[in-house]
């Protein structure tokens, strides 16, 4: 298939597949003799792998890592499991920083009587920065 094929069998843009390729995260696929690329179903997995791993929020590296072990299907999957649980354990955190967050703009918000700027609740409290959760 032509990379504009591939490009809506897997929702990925074209400019994406070619970055991919560059980056060695997709293979070169093999050319016609009008010297189009050409792509296989092959591709079209791996493609699919990387940009559900993407969605995910796994780093290129992560999914560098990922592909290499599933290039190898005989390796032990507990390197696999490993940065799994490390982006779970990132994903956890950013959660956790945003609920403070959201708590605190509740707070913040909650304040708010409306009214002239000058006694702008929401205002008073952005600038009060000692008060944010988690300051130090």
């Not at 990379?3 to 060695?24: D, K, M, P, Q, V």
């Not at 959660?95 to 918000?109: D, F, H, P, S």
Request: net charge positive; with cysteine.
């Amino acid at each position: 298939m032509k990379i504009g094929e591939l490009s809506r069998a897997t929702g990925a843009n074209i400019e994406t597949i070619r970055y991919y390729e560059r980056i060695g995260l997709l293979p070169q696929p093999a050319r016609t003799r009008a010297n189009y690329r050409d792509y296989g179903d092959p591709h079209r997995a791996r493609l699919t792998f990387v940009r559900h791993s993407r969605e995910l929020g796994f780093t290129i590296e992560e999914i560098r890592s990922l592909l290499d072990l599933s290039d190898d299907p005989g390796r032990d999957c507990g390197e696999a499991d490993r940065i799994a649980s490390r982006h779970l354990a990132q994903v956890e955190e950013k959660i956790a920083q945003l609920t403070l967050l959201r708590n605190e703009l509740t707070r913040i918000v909650g304040r708010c009587r409306g009214g002239a700027a000058a006694d702008c609740r929401v205002i008073e409290a952005l600038g009060d920065h000692g008060r944010c959760a988690g300051a130090h």
